[in-house]
C-alpha cells in the first residue's frame, strides 16, 4: 500500500469551457449528471476513451458520460495489462486529462483501490475526486495469482471504506462495487451474487460482475440485486444489443478496452499493409485530418 497524503477536492472546471471563456462546468454538475444516468429507465453506454483525444471524439459523438480504461492506458504506455501494470498516479494523471477535456461525467476504473486495505480503497476514492472524476470502480480482485479474489469479509469492508469515503465528499460520487469471480478462474455465480448483494447492502452506488457467460446470468444478476448493474460490452462473440441488455435488466454498458483495441487493429492492420504488400489503400479508411482536427477542437458543449 502506498502512502499519501490526503487531498480535499477541489470543484474542477471543464478545460474545454474555460479555454473559450463559456461558464464552465462545475465537478458537482457533472456529478449530479451522473447520478442520474443511473436513475433513468433503460440502458446508457459508457465507452472508454484511453487519452484526451479519444474523449474528445467520444464528447463530440454524443455519448453522455464516460470512463477510463486501465488496459487501454496500459497498451498506450506501452505495458502487458495486468494487476499493477499502472500505478496510481499513472491511473489518475490519465483520468484527470481526460476529465479536463471533456464537459461530460467521467469515471476511473480504479482497479483494486491500490491496496489490501480498506484504508487504500477509501484514499484512491479521495484522490480519484480530487483529479475531477464523479465516479470509480473498485474491484474485489487481489492482484495475487495464489488468493486471486479477497474473502468475503475483507471485500466487504473494502466496499464500506471506499463508500463511506465517497459519501464525505461534497458532491455525490458514483461509486461502483465490482465482483471479479469470473475472470479469475471461479465461475461461481451464487458466491458472485452473494458479493454483490453485500455490496449494495455496503452502500455502492452501482455493481459489476465482469465476465458473466451470458445474458440468462446477466438477467439472474440483475433480478437478484437492487441497484443498477453495469455490463462490459465489446468482447468478442458477445453480439447482444443496447435493447438486449436492458431488456435484460441492465442499465449501464462498458466497453472496457474494446475501443482501445479497435484503434490498435486499425493501426496494425495499416502498418501490415505496408510492411508486407508495399501498399498504402489504408489511406481511403483514414479519419480525414480536418475531422480530426475538427474532433480535437470540440468539447460536449459544441454540439
Known sequence: MHAHRVVKPPVFLSYSDTRRGERAVTQLEK????QALHARPG???????????????LSALGFEALATTSAGLAFALGRRD????ISRD???????????????PVAADLENGFGDAPEAAA????????????????????????????????????????????????????FVARAENFLHGRPDLDDTIRRL?????????????????GIEAIRTV???????????????????????????????????????????????????????HGTFGFADQAL????????????????
Not at 456529478?31 to 451522473?34: R, T
Not at 499513472?90 to 461530460?104: P, Q, R, V
Not at 475538427?294 to 459544441?302: A, R, T, Y
Request: charged share 20%.
Open 31 to 34: 456529478a449530479v449528471k451522473f
Open 123 to 174: 484514499q484512491t476514492i479521495r484522490l480519484a475526486a480530487g483529479a475531477g472524476l464523479v465516479g470509480g470502480s473498485i474491484e474485489d480482485a487481489t492482484g495475487n495469482a495464489d488468493r486471486p479474489i479477497y474473502d468475503f469479509t475483507r471485500a466487504v469492508e473494502r466496499v464500506a471504506a471506499a463508500v463511506e469515503a465517497a459519501r464525505a465528499l461534497p458532491f455525490p460520487f458514483t
Open 82 to 85: 495486468g494487476e499493477g501494470a
Open 43 to 57: 440502458a446508457f453506454v459508457i465507452p472508454n476513451p484511453w487519452d484526451a483525444g479519444s474523449a474528445r471524439i
Open 197 to 213: 448483494q453485500a455490496f449494495e447492502a455496503a452502500g455502492a452506488d452501482a455493481l459489476f460482475a465482469p465476465g458473466l457467460p
Open 90 to 104: 499513472e491511473t489518475l494523471a490519465n483520468a484527470k486529462l481526460i476529465a479536463e477535456a471533456t464537459d461530460l
Open 222 to 276: 440483475c433480478a437478484a440485486v437492487g441497484k443498477p448493474v453495469n455490463v462490459v460490452m465489446g468482447l468478442k462473440g458477445m453480439t447482444y444489443s443496447v435493447a438486449d441488455l436492458a431488456a435484460a435488466g441492465v442499465r449501464r454498458i462498458s466497453l472496457g478496452s474494446a475501443l482501445a483495441r479497435a484503434a490498435l487493429g486499425g493501426f496494425v492492420r495499416a502498418a501490415q499493409e505496408i510492411s508486407e
Open 288 to 303: 480525414p485530418f480536418a475531422q480530426a482536427n475538427d474532433f480535437m477542437s470540440h468539447g460536449s458543449g459544441d454540439r
